[in-house]
């Protein structure tokens, strides 16, 4: 168990292989055994495994070539309307079209996801997570015809790796837990947690390539950028809304 | 690992025996592993062991006894706080006080606590996930320092079981499962999907103890009610704009 969480890698490269039924439905057995709120399950699974449907996906997620190349991609959604439906059939009225549930619904989809990855790895697969997803969530949400009070949360692109990726670097745990309570970082325990990070031969290539002068102005000027990030932000919070999770009306 | 997964319970009794540095030491170490967004690491967790600080979480966490007799207590944040810092001090400028920025940093909290999960399980120690983090964010983040970029998403309590419950009750994995696209559900569809769960005895139970007709009532009437949900909604909207992620001007 421990050496699967360990050994995680991002895999952005698959061979042409399927994933046998039985395998991928040990996967979904597994995602459906995390924890959810007052185990009301509100996320669902989608999974695409068709060709037509898969290279609108792949369209919706900046054409990343894994997504064409990988067999199955699982688009994980919060969900409250197979909830609410049963709801309104068991002569219950649903309260849950508003932020705190969409984000509630999130978590569970979330936690489910963390279990189909690791229980994918344990089979050999590979994944990746594809942040694109709530970039691009309402064409997702038309390509998968998604109906109100779904949205979808992250997205696993699944498949046997083509590739031997190293481990990629993390921050010494020091530098991502705090004891008892948050310490606040000064500006020498920032130094001391991403130094590391910064000495990486792999990060003076990056700054090279992308003609930086810091690997932070990678983030903020080339790969998470200012206005992007608004545009998304908008973007995202108004398909929320449009999806019924904005009422906040007693 | 797949073992780990299908047999995980939710545990709510804790014994009194404290949890050996090397084993909490690795299942922070698994934390870490989970997959993040652009490896930015946008997140923090917080461990709690003082029985003063673990009183006071109790409180915010609705006194739930399990939170004074867990040994430990993990506070997963949503957190740019540190990745700000560390812009500002090599010459670029975050743009991440946003909606987008605060949901990204927060998958990257949850598939942390996820894999912090099945890691604590695998060392035979118990966890149980409180939702109260997010309706209780703001007492939550004055008992813990959090500063500015820096919101609790979920909390695990952790410790060794004091009780061996049953395996939870799912939905059928069909019922959450949908192929190519979402298949929307009929009536008929729901009544398959929820039949299992409503004829458990324990539902019986739990309506009869509830004095209400339907198991679904017992959701919107006394456990998740609207008037809660958008109470929590508006005061975790606000706490989330209050520690900076609602700035959507360009």
Chains 1, 2 share one sequence.
Not at 37 to 51: E, L
Not at 91 to 96: N, Q, S
Not at 105 to 126: P, V
């Amino acid at each position: 168990m421990l050496e699967t969480i360990l050994n995680h890698r991002s895999i952005r490269k698959y061979k042409n292989t399927s994933i046998n039924d039985n395998i991928l439905n040990k996967v979904l057995d597994a995602a459906v055994r995390a924890s959810t709120t007052g185990n009301m399950q509100v996320y669902s699974i989608v999974v695409t495994k068709d060709t037509e449907i898969k290279n609108k996906l792949w369209e919706c997620h900046f054409k990343q070539d894994m997504v064409k190349q990988a067999p199955v991609v699982l688009t994980f959604c919060a969900d409250f309307n197979r909830f609410n439906k049963w709801c309104e059939q068991r002569k219950a009225v649903p309260g849950y079209d508003n932020f705190l549930s969409f984000y509630t619904a999130s978590i569970d989809a979330l936690l489910a996801a963390q279990n189909a990855t690791l229980a994918a790895e344990d089979f050999g697969l590979g994944v990746c997570y594809l942040g694109t997803t709530t970039y691009m969530a309402e064409k997702i949400s038309e390509t998968l015809d998604l109906p109100a009070h779904v949205v979808p949360v992250t997205t696993l692109v699944v498949g046997y790796p083509n590739e031997k990726p190293g481990l990629t670097d993390r921050l010494p745990v020091e530098g991502v837990v705090h004891a008892e309570k948050y310490k606040d970082y000064s500006q020498q325990d920032i130094d001391n947690i991403y130094k590391e990070k910064e000495s990486l031969e792999f990060t003076q290539e990056l700054i090279k390539e992308n003609n930086t002068e810091t690997l932070a102005q990678i983030f903020t000027d080339k790969r998470y950028i200012k206005k992007d990030n608004i545009a998304f932000s908008k973007s995202f919070l108004e398909f929320i809304q449009n999806k019924g999770f904005m009422n906040h009306e007693d």
